[in-house]
């Protein structure tokens, strides 16, 4: 079952759930939580996957904004950055990213999230930055390591929500949405190309993860 989300009402960057939480975009992010959380009844959904066929669509401020709504009903919340090459959460939140996730994936067992999962203004929220760019992203994203940490952040927060890099171009976003329980496509009126959702869309549903529904917007990444 899928939750299709219009967001016009986001006109800026930003953390609009946090800044204008009487929003309709503030607004739309809360339904969109509320739809995740009636689907994983069962415990099923805590690692979601938010997507983009293509770079400039909004994800990562989507991302930001999911994981805000979430923390503002009380959840215990964990933000990762799992765009290795083009990271953007470190500039939202205005935080540290001489270490991050790649530092973890690489540090054979030396670096826990923990010790990378930085605090926010938000309460209940935290976030765990990319890192400095690695020279195998794939590699790390697609590790033991990688699964390990996921299910490590399930027992720790009551949800994780990861960025991830765009899946054109690249296959690091399908490799992070295919460890993942959920994903969300987020799409750009008037730049995605129809035959770029489409293929990032028909991609999600060839792997093992459950597409739980899109986010329309009109901003940039």
Same mark, same amino acid.
């Given at each position: 079952? &899928? ?12 953390? @609009? ?9 503030? +607004? ?20 979601? =996957?938010?997507?983009?066929? +293509?770079? %400039? ?13 979430? &923390? ?29 996730? &790649?530092? *973890?994936?690489?540090?054979? %067992?030396? #670096?826990? *999230? ?13 976030? *765990?930055?990319?890192?400095? *760019?690695?020279?195998?992203?794939? +590699? ?8 390990? $940490? $996921? ?7 009551? @949800? ?9 171009? =690249? ?13 969300? $496509? #987020? ?8 035959? =770029? ?6 991609? $999600? ?7 739980? %529904?899109? #986010? ?6």
């Amino acid at each position: 079952m &899928s939750h299709w989300m219009r967001n016009e009402g986001m006109r800026s960057r930003g953390l @609009i759930t946090s800044r204008s939480p009487k929003s309709k975009a503030a +607004e739309g992010y809360r339904k969109l939580r509320t739809s995740i959380e009636m689907l994983g009844r069962s415990g099923s959904l805590k690692t979601i =996957a938010v997507v983009s066929a +293509e770079s %400039g669509e909004g994800r990562s401020t989507t991302s930001a904004n999911i994981a805000v709504a979430y &923390s503002q009903a009380n959840r215990k919340v964990l933000l990762l950055d799992s765009d290795l090459r083009s990271p953007a959460l470190h500039r939202i939140f205005e935080l540290r990213n001489d270490k991050g996730l &790649s530092t *973890v994936l690489a540090g054979d %067992g030396d #670096v826990e *999230v923990a010790e990378v999962a930085q605090r926010t203004e938000i309460d209940n929220l935290r976030v *765990v930055c990319a890192g400095p *760019v690695p020279p195998n992203p794939a +590699e790390l994203l697609e590790s033991e390591a990688m699964t390990a $940490l $996921l299910e490590s952040a399930k027992r720790s927060f009551d @949800i994780v929500i990861l960025d991830t890099a765009a899946m054109q171009g =690249a296959s690091d976003g399908l490799i992070v949405a295919d460890k993942c329980d959920g994903a969300v $496509l #987020v799409i750009r009126r008037g730049r995605t190309k129809l035959e =770029a959702a489409e293929r990032a869309k028909e991609s $999600l549903e060839a792997s093992r993860t459950q597409m739980i %529904g899109a #986010v329309f917007n009109r901003i940039g990444r």
